[in-house]
């Protein structure tokens, strides 16, 4: 193994034994002795690669970010069918959600304290805000979504999907006897933002002026 690989290797051990201590301590308890033990690295090996464990902690949420991304339909998709590409969306981003639930869980107990952390959760919020802003306006091109403000339209359908998610898959909050299956909240979320863009009507498909 190359000394790159061998670098890279080794920070991505700490990032993973990073997922399984903040996914049995919580981030707050979480501790670098821990998350270096847990990788069979030292102490000073971690400090190596991450100043301290905000830092680490942004590292994994760009994991998250670059996982989400990956699973969002190209832009194109959107034009050619609109309702098949939303669903797509929500459900890479339910999925995506569910397998970094201890990161989500220690971004809400962080990412308003934290000024590093928080400019990670910033950028994240953005492109999604950005997408669902544009898809608003082009749906107010079509005659629909009247009288709403696509930014403040597009960060509160953002927000309402990051919080459903987390609430949705801690099992905690809302729906204690158990989690929400996956058909069922992707279908649910689907509709509430189906409903909201008014993607209603064979036209969403189309292009303007096609």
Known sequence: ???????????????????????????????????????????????TYFDDKPALFAALLET??????????PPPAYEEDTEAAVRSALAGFWATYRRYHPEMLGLLETGLADPDVLEVWRKM???????????IRRQQERGRCRGLDPELAASALHGMLEFTCFNW??????????KVADER????????????????????GVPTGA
């Open 1 to 47: 193994m190359t000394p790159g690989r061998k670098a890279e290797a080794t920070r991505q051990a700490l990032l993973e034994a990073a997922r399984i201590v903040i996914a049995r301590d919580g981030f707050a308890n979480a501790r670098i002795a821990d998350i270096a033990r847990q990788a069979g690295k030292s102490v000073g090996v971690f400090y």
């Open 64 to 73: 998250f970010h670059a996982d989400l991304v990956a699973l969002t339909p």
């Open 125 to 135: 919020r953005q492109r999604g805000i950005r997408r669902f802003a544009f898809r």
């Open 169 to 178: 898959h801690s099992g905690r909050l809302d729906f204690p006897q158990g």
């Open 185 to 204: 909240a992707i279908d649910t979320l689907y509709e509430i933002v189906a409903r909201a863009l008014e993607l209603d009507g064979p036209a969403d």
